[in-house]
């Protein structure tokens, strides 16, 4: 098991930008691949990004050109900048230790609210 604290949320205007970092602890950092997923109230937790420990990235159509997923291996971070944010994008921000929301740690989330 991994443990994983996100952090970086928000309120921004439609238009802005924000950046959520994912801190780990544990092991195997490296090797693991991490990614993002979200939850608007009343919806399901949906994939939003992933990077595997080879720096390969896969993204959500719905964000695809707009966010941009990374990964400090040295500091134990995973990163998710997000930008030309919409309403649409407001959710509970959730890190994983997986591919597409499959891996079983879970950070607590951070809230990213977009006004409009």
């Known amino acids: 098991q991994v443990q994983l604290v996100e952090s970086g949320g928000g309120l921004v205007q439609a238009g802005g930008s924000l950046r959520l970092s994912c801190a780990a602890s544990g092991t195997m950092f490296s090797i693991r691949p991490m990614g993002w997923c979200r939850q608007g109230r009343g919806k399901q937790r949906e994939f939003v990004a992933h990077i595997t420990s080879t720096g390969s990235t896969n993204y959500a159509d719905s964000v695809r050109g707009r966010f941009t997923i990374s990964r400090d291996n040295a500091k134990n971070t995973v990163y998710l900048q997000m930008n030309s944010l919409n309403p649409e994008d407001t959710a509970v921000y959730f890190c994983?230790?997986?591919?597409?929301?499959?891996?079983?740690?879970w950070g607590q989330g951070t809230q990213v609210t977009v006004s409009s």
């Open positions: 994983n230790a997986g591919l597409r929301c499959m891996g079983a740690s």
